[in-house]
């Protein structure tokens, strides 16, 4: 390099300033925003969410406002999505409905996943502790699930009404029980994965400088167990509505008055043949939701491996 | 041990480091596979210790071990006078900065989900308390040591080569001014030509910081070149332990002389007189070694005394450590 103003090569390099360490998740964001799937799936997640949360202060109409004369109606300017066999608006129902639905997919997704992936990640890291809770693991896939849930709802739902009241006893336990039948699997998955995590040299590694257990765990095997946990999410959560679904369909969850989208689809079925639409409205809210969640969790699971999320 | 005014930095004394075999239905033990059997050296500062031997004789156990990567199942390490071998938690974690480890899959070494910045100052979060200005500059300092460019500080290791990527792991392991560095066969899943740019910088850094490494290989030409003092594993055990020099001109033990014996020659004629020896047999089994010399199985020189006593490990006249009964 003789003359730098000569040489566009060198005046590159001179002026090159080194990147700033810039934080991974915009990364991850440059990345997930290329996956049209996820993006759309995002959007329509947002959308949905908006509309419960918001809808129903626009739609004033009440979910469980009976007008008998307007009943089996099909869609109109009045009632969007038709009306039921008590003249109940569906539209209605359906935004009060997806606020619950989505609330106990979520929450029930989330507890399930926390208490799978701490069940998964403790068992495959600490070997002294792998073998019991492997069989309690397995003590809960054995359990027969309809009749614990019938005990545990007949036990402890007049308990819980009572100290939360109706609405949100019922809530937090249906919550509660999606959430503790549904950990194994993801428990299994990760526990697998773990182990063979512990076997690569970046972990040996890490004990080499002395890192703590809880870091090593955080920094060094979670973000490498995020696919099968990502994975684990996006199934849990359309699992937790329809499961909750067939809770309210067996009498065991929400009252009948209360909406939710699978009490919606159960009450529907009667009239499937007179009035499918209303069985089309709350599953197509249903499958779409799911659909979106899962591309969702397929484009976060690929804009966080590096591998993959290209530059 | 030898009196001449260096200081041993590593001593290590009849380590032990033995694996439990585990069968049958209620996971009884059933034995264990003694993969590192009592064995004992010296460091001395600023050396390089080569550990040769074949596969699965012991040398990354014994490594990793001295490193306590593994709860030792008997001896003494002590590091730069801290008695190490059966400390824990930490008292333990205090003393790792001392002593870092250079791995041999530069591949599997570095985890694919954090950024060539996070991995190399992963050590400098543990052990200090830093600003973010002052680690990244410590960082930046670290890759110029290895030779890396600044600019790749927030690329992730799968976009690297290999030998970059052992560049990466050779700085994380600076990162803390180690005294003493354990590389265990860092050059093995290397190119040739990307090899000696290694052993190179190995070298480079040692000079500029005052290292001390044990140098764990099979390689062993790269040895002689490197290494100041050699020591030649079978079987979990130490068999001859002398200078660079004198092992490779003049083998004691029967192991080494055939081990010696397998370095192909550059020269062609020399090549074509140069006399292999052929050992007879497997290594037998570090779960069940035999009675007496671990390499009576083996060895063409085997005597009567070979099958029935260990043979102890005595220093010769010339300074030099064998076991074996001829000596």
């Not at chain 2, 050396?47 to 709860?71: F, H, M, N, P, Q």
């Not at chain 2, 052992?166 to 180690?178: E, K, M, S, T, V």
Request: proline fraction near 6%.
């Amino acid at each position: 390099m003789t003359d730098l103003n000569t040489n566009p090569i060198g005046e590159i390099e001179a002026i090159a300033v080194v990147e700033d360490p810039r934080s991974q998740w915009w990364d991850v964001w440059d990345q997930f925003k290329t996956h049209k799937g996820a993006v759309l799936g995002l959007a329509f997640f947002v959308l949905v969410i908006l509309l419960v949360l918001v809808g129903p202060h626009l739609w004033t109409i009440a979910p469980n406002h009976i007008d008998i004369r307007a009943k089996n109606q099909g869609m109109s300017l009045a009632h969007p999505m038709g009306t039921d066999q008590l003249g109940r608006d569906t539209f209605a129902q359906m935004l009060s409905g997806g606020r619950v639905s989505l609330a106990v997919g979520v929450v029930a997704m989330a507890l399930s996943l926390f208490v799978g992936t701490l069940v998964g990640v403790l068992a495959g890291y600490f070997r002294r502790i792998d073998g019991l809770l492997m069989r309690f693991t397995d003590l809960f896939l054995a359990l027969p699930l309809l009749p614990l849930l019938l005990v545990i709802i007949m036990l402890f739902r007049d308990t819980l009404r009572a100290a939360f009241g109706p609405e949100t006893g019922i809530f937090i336990l249906i919550v509660f029980v999606i959430g503790i039948t549904s950990w194994m699997q993801t428990a299994r998955i990760v526990r697998g994965d773990v182990l063979a995590l512990k076997q690569q040299e970046f972990v040996l590694a890490a004990r080499s400088i002395g890192t703590p257990p809880h870091r090593m765990i955080l920094r060094h095997v979670l973000p490498n167990v995020m696919s099968p946990i990502m994975v684990s999410a996006t199934l849990g959560i359309a699992n937790a509505i329809i499961t909750e679904s067939a809770l309210s369909f067996l009498g065991l969850g929400f009252p009948s008055d209360f909406p939710t989208w699978g009490r919606l689809l159960f009450d529907s079925t009667n009239f499937m043949s007179l009035h499918p639409a209303r069985v089309i409205w709350p599953g197509l809210a249903i499958s779409l939701t799911v659909l979106s969640v899962n591309y969702m969790g397929d484009g976060l699971r690929d804009a966080l491996d590096p591998r993959i999320r290209g530059r | 041990m030898l009196d001449d005014g260096k200081r041993p930095l590593v001593r290590v004394r009849n380590l032990k480091m033995h694996f439990p075999i585990y069968r049958g239905v209620m996971r009884r033990q059933v034995g264990e596979v003694r993969a590192v059997d009592g064995i004992s050296f010296d460091i001395y500062a600023g050396e390089t210790l080569g550990l040769v031997g074949e596969s699965g004789c012991g040398k990354s156990s014994a490594g990793r071990a001295i490193l306590r990567l593994y709860d030792v199942t008997d001896g003494e390490i002590s590091i730069d006078g801290n008695e190490i071998a059966h400390l824990a938690g930490d008292e333990l974690r205090r003393l790792r900065p001392e002593m870092q480890m250079i791995f041999q899959d530069p591949q599997a070494s570095l985890n694919p989900r954090m950024t060539v910045a996070a991995i190399i100052a992963e050590p400098l979060d543990e052990h200090q308390t830093l600003s973010r200005n002052a680690r990244m500059e410590r960082v930046f300092e670290l890759m110029d040591a290895v030779g890396l460019n600044r600019n790749f500080a927030n690329r992730y290791p799968h976009e690297f080569s290999g030998g970059q990527r052992q560049r990466i792991g050779i700085a994380r392991a600076l990162a803390l001014n180690p005294k003493f560095i354990v590389c265990d066969e860092p050059i093995a899943a290397l190119d040739v030509s990307i090899q000696a740019q290694v052993v190179n910088l190995l070298e480079d850094l040692q000079e500029k910081f005052g290292l001390t490494y044990l140098f764990i290989s099979h390689d062993l030409s790269m040895v002689r070149h490197l290494a100041t003092r050699v020591a030649v594993m079978y079987l979990g055990k130490v068999v001859e332990l002398a200078d660079s020099a004198q092992l490779y001109g003049d083998p004691k033990h029967p192991y080494t002389e055939a081990l010696l014996s397998a370095v192909p020659e550059p020269d062609p004629t020399l090549e074509n007189t140069r006399e292999r020896i052929i050992l007879e047999g497997d290594v037998p089994s570090p779960s069940d070694p035999p009675e007496g010399c671990n390499f009576c199985t083996r060895c063409p020189r085997v005597m009567d005394i070979c099958r029935r006593e260990s043979p102890e490990f005595k220093q010769l006249e010339d300074g030099r450590f064998v076991a074996c009964h001829l000596m």
